[in-house]
């Protein structure tokens, strides 16, 4: 039986068609992975099917039967949950608030929050999603934040989950749970549709795929008959290659120099605790480690968005420890931050305007106190061509671009300014196949000009790919140099989990 | 000094309570993410209703309740405005301001033919609570005070109780901070902000109506005179919280006090009694002028709500 079968879907947004006729039918019981490009249409196609926009065309059937979804809690009566890609939290609110917002449990008509407490740990202990109840969401980890996420479907007892891009901040430790959590959800009879472009987890948990391209649909697989190359390619609609090419590294001078560095995390605890690191000229340094040992801490400082407790922080041999961000990037450091909606775009303004956040004042984008628009437009409009940002053009808001293209819109204004350190927050997050070969290529590229790049990623695969020197993050400090040539994924992790490992390389 | 002290708390509990009441309900209305600068407007038309009803009726509480009402038909144009139309939401209120006021003041003249109404004979009295009302300096003050002043003690612990307690509650916060998420979770955003907006209409205009039928007994044009503003003042000062703001709004009360009573006990020896009129006035424009907090605001304050758009 079809849990979910959308027929014909169109849908327009101005200047684009984001879903036309597409058709998706995912079978009761199955996970069902939902494959395309940034920008192919898939979170607009979920939000149609959870009630949040209104299809210009089209028929959706629940079970089979028709029906017209008004909106989000029409959705919820007829089973149906989601995940969003972008947090849906009350950042002020406790995990417990988030979680029951809407389904209260009450007594005497107040809230029951002992109740509510004790159903959200219980839900959490079922699946293993470990939060904190009463923690507010403000203070926890994004790793959490996503946790929080999922269990308000639970919470909700859904029987058709939708997962948008779940893994995308999730650290592989806890991609393996998540996926323990769906297969357990299937066992259950629950009904899956999962965003993801990491092809490796659809082969690992899917049962079948539906690609979308450009807001068609290009076909329906079994995941059983197929391969990541040929999932690639059909998504792409050309050969991707999963490798980077790159010639040995010839470091140069010392460009970042951080020294027994201290920083205190939003809740007064030490989170970076005496740290000392060194990114030269001319070479990727990969900073690995668990979600939450420090790394956020440590490039928020870098970047001066966190004050340091203590300790100094050099660039090309000055001290810009206490600096205001906007003087370090002058200085040089390019910084893709990890929260690319709240500390890399201005939602309501332009690409155009966001492409020129940090340089909006100079020529040629200013002219004594009047900006340039002509300009800045000249401007985003090379840099979508050059890093292929979909959009239907650069007076567009970043709000109405796809997760994976606001991404792409960063990279690029970050990697154009051409920094003598650049730091890259998981670059890659949320970004297709082919995205991701060409981001990886630019990163390369920026090293082999002789600039310095700090690289953090939770996906091991891309710190081994890219790096020339790993730097393992444990408790806040470094617990481990490697060499990525001679290293492995075991070898990582185990000196992530707060292991020794014999061979290390030595720093510098 | 027992005496001079009892006095100002006397007084600052007779000016604060109009402005806990009219900030209350600013509260529900930000709180769920919509501006209310209508707060003036809505005390203006809630003191015209309250006189005009007692006059009428001759009876007080009959006049609060019509105020009551007059307050949630003037807060449905700036709903309507900010919600629905999508509008400016300091814009609307604007509007609801000069309109209430018109309004008030062109029905007094084509009533009673005159600047004012005629003086109200039954207002509300003060209530002693028998026993309390006898402690030494509070008692005359706290136990001893307008009906409107114990409804407003009771409007702030209501507002405490439905805002953090209540499902009610935590959806309009959740809708004034992330209506989006609220929406997912089948919040209706719309209903949720009309709701507020109106019940803000209820409790300002009720705040007003304490000025002409308890305080004072009339109505005219220099009824309200700016505490409207001062409530909203009193609300973001309070950072946007019933018991912050109910401080908020006492603290003003009490710079009014001081202001009345410096020409009594001599102060404006020392400073000019204009300097010490201006007080509730200067404190508002730096607590409005955002010297506090606004770091506490609702996130989504202010913020047109489109649903097709992310
Ligand atoms: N509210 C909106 N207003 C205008 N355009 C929109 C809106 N939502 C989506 N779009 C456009 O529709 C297209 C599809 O976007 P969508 O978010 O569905 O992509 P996606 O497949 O989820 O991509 P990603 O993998 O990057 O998240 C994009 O070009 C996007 O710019
Ligand atoms: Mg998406």
Redesign the pocket.
């Known amino acids: 039986m079809n849990a979910v079968e959308m027929r014909g879907i169109t849908k327009r947004?101005?200047g684009?068609v984001?879903n036309d006729q597409v058709h998706l039918s995912v079978n009761q019981g199955e996970i069902h992975a939902l494959l395309?490009?940034?920008?192919?249409?898939?979170?607009?196609?979920m939000n149609i099917l959870f009630g949040l926009y209104q299809p210009d065309e089209g028929e959706i059937f629940i079970r089979e039967k028709p029906v017209k979804i008004t909106g989000p809690t029409k959705a919820a009566a007829l089973g149906i949950g989601m995940v969003h890609?972008h947090f849906m939290l009350v950042e002020p609110f406790t995990v417990t608030e988030n979680i029951i917002l809407g389904a209260e449990p009450t007594s005497r008509g107040c809230i029951d929050r002992h109740r509510a407490e004790r159903e959200v740990r219980e839900i959490s202990e079922k699946y293993g999603l470990r939060v904190d109840p009463t923690a507010r969401i403000r203070d926890i980890s994004v790793g959490m934040q996503q946790r929080v996420e999922i269990l308000k479907t639970l919470y909700r007892g859904a029987e058709v989950l939708i997962f948008?891009?779940p893994t995308a901040v999730l650290s592989p430790q806890e991609i393996d749970e998540l996926m323990e959590i769906m297969e357990n959800l299937v066992r259950e009879g629950k009904t899956i549709i999962f965003?993801t472009?990491k092809l490796k987890e659809i082969m690992r948990i899917c049962d079948t795929v539906t690609v979308?391209r450009r807001?068609k649909t290009i076909g329906s697989t079994s995941v059983k008959g197929t391969s990541e190359q040929e999932l690639a390619s059909m998504m792409v609609g050309r050969e991707v290659s999963f490798s980077v090419n790159k010639q040995e590294s010839r470091p140069g001078k010392t460009v970042l120099k951080v020294q027994s560095l201290t920083v205190k995390d939003s809740r007064g605890v030490e989170a970076v605790r005496g740290l000392d690191l060194e990114v030269r000229a001319g070479e990727i340094v990969g900073l690995a480690g668990v979600d939450g040992n420090g790394q956020s801490e440590l490039l928020e400082a870098i970047t001066g968005l966190r004050k340091a407790h203590a300790g100094d922080i050099l660039l090309n041999g000055e001290a810009i420890t206490r600096l205001q961000p906007r003087a370090i990037a002058r200085r040089g450091v390019g910084h893709i931050p990890e929260d690319r909606q709240k500390r890399g775009l201005v939602l309501d303004f332009s690409i155009g305007e966001n492409m020129v956040l940090q340089t909006y004042d100079q020529t040629p984008f200013a002219k004594g106190f009047l900006l340039r628009y002509p300009e800045i437009f000249r401007h985003a409009k090379r840099l979508i061509e050059d890093f292929d940002v979909?959009?239907?053009d650069e007076q567009?808001h970043a709000?109405?671009?796809?997760?994976?293209?606001q991404q792409k819109a960063i990279i690029a204004r970050e990697v154009d300014r051409d920094p003598d350190l650049l730091i890259a927050a998981q670059p890659t997050r949320?970004l297709?196949v082919g995205a991701i070969e060409f981001i990886h290529r630019r990163l390369v590229e920026q090293r082999d000009k002789g600039k310095a790049v700090l690289l953090m990623s939770l996906e091991l695969d891309e710190i081994l790919k890219l790096s020339d020197r790993i730097a393992v993050m444990y408790g806040g400090r470094i617990a481990g140099w490697l060499n990525p040539k001679t290293t492995n994924e075991e070898e990582i992790g185990l000196l992530m989990a707060g292991g020794k490992v014999g061979e290390e390389v030595a720093q510098g | 000094m027992l005496d001079v002290m009892a006095n100002i708390l006397q007084t600052t509990v007779l000016y604060s309570t109009p402005l806990v009441l009219a900030a209350m309900g600013g509260l529900f209305s930000e709180r769920s993410g919509v501006v209310n600068i209508a707060l003036e407007g809505l005390m203006t038309i809630g003191a015209f209703t309250a006189a005009v009803a007692t006059l009428a009726t001759g009876n007080p509480w009959l006049g609060l309740a019509a105020a009551m009402l007059s307050g949630v038909a003037f807060a449905w144009p700036h709903a309507a405005a900010s919600i629905r139309f999508k509008a400016d939401q300091v814009v609307s209120g604007v509007a609801i301001n000069f309109l209430a006021l018109g309004t008030s003041v062109y029905l007094v003249k084509h009533l009673y033919d005159s600047g004012q109404t005629p003086t109200v004979q039954e207002t509300l009295k003060r209530m002693p609570i028998p026993g309390l009302d006898q402690i030494p300096v509070i008692g005359p003050s706290l136990f001893n005070a307008f009906p409107t002043t114990y409804i407003a003690l009771v409007v702030s612990i209501l507002s405490y109780i439905v805002l953090y307690r209540t499902p009610f509650g935590m959806r309009l916060r959740a809708v004034g901070e992330h209506p989006r998420a609220a929406e997912t979770m089948g919040v209706n955003v719309v209903r949720m902000r009309y709701t507020a907006v109106l019940i803000s209409g209820a409790l300002a205009a009720l705040g007003g109506a304490g000025l002409s039928i308890a305080i004072g007994s009339e109505f005219n044009q220099n009824t309200v005179a700016g505490q409207g503003f001062i409530a909203l003042a009193a609300l973001i000062f309070g950072k946007w919280h019933p018991f912050g703001a109910l401080g908020a709004a006492s603290f003003f009360g009490f710079a009014v006090a001081l202001a009345l009573m410096g020409q009594f006990f001599g102060l404006t020896q020392y400073v000019s009694s204009e300097v010490l009129n201006m007080l509730p006035y200067v404190l508002t424009i730096l607590a409005l002028a955002g010297f506090v907090g606004r770091a506490e605001a609702p996130a989504a304050i202010g913020k047109v709500y489109e649903t097709?758009?992310?």
């Open positions: 947004f101005p684009i984001a395309g490009e940034n920008g192919a249409g898939k979170s607009t196609l890609q948008d891009e965003i472009h979308i807001g979909r959009t239907p567009t709000r109405a671009l796809s997760g994976g293209n949320g297709d | 097709d758009s992310r």
